[in-house]
Nanobody, 125 residues
Framework: HVQLVESGGDSVQAGGSLRLSCTTS????????MGWFRESPGKKREALGS???????TYAESVKGRFTISKDVTTSTLYLDMDPLNPSDTAKYHC????????????????????WGQGTQVTVS
């Protein structure tokens, strides 16, 4: 069955950096649409970006230039590099996956369907 497990969350100071990982199993990683989201109390779930099966990447404006999405198909792992971090990035970060073609792989569509991990907490002070 499909599994996604996030890791790498931590408490860091503003200006610092983190790399989040999403290890996956149970599906064809290289052919699925993958993405990152975050949630925090009092705020709507925010789509951060997506990466499609051909390596095409989209980013939300709020993180463009600071966050980088990548994937390693040999280990079926999705990454989110964040630098620099600021206090407004404090949230629980989730990865998501769905069987979507590249033209339908983006954050808003991925948010409506697919599989999700339990999340990893990032706190920036």
């Amino acid at each position: 069955h499909v599994q996604l497990v996030e890791s790498g969350g931590d408490s860091v100071q503003a200006g610092g950096s983190l790399r989040l990982s999403c290890t996956t199993s149970g599906f064809s990683f290289s052919t699925w649409c993958m993405g990152w989201f975050r949630e925090s109390p009092g705020k709507k779930r925010e789509a951060l970006g997506s990466i499609d099966s051909e390596g095409g990447i989209t980013y939300a404006e709020s993180v463009k230039g600071r966050f980088t999405i990548s994937k390693d198909v040999t280990t079926s792992t999705l990454y989110l590099d964040m630098d620099p971090l600021n206090p407004s990035d404090t949230a629980k970060y989730h990865c998501a996956a769905d069987r979507r073609p590249p033209q339908l792989c983006n954050g808003p569509l991925l948010a409506k369907s697919g599989f999700w991990g339990q999340g990893t907490q990032v706190t920036v002070s």
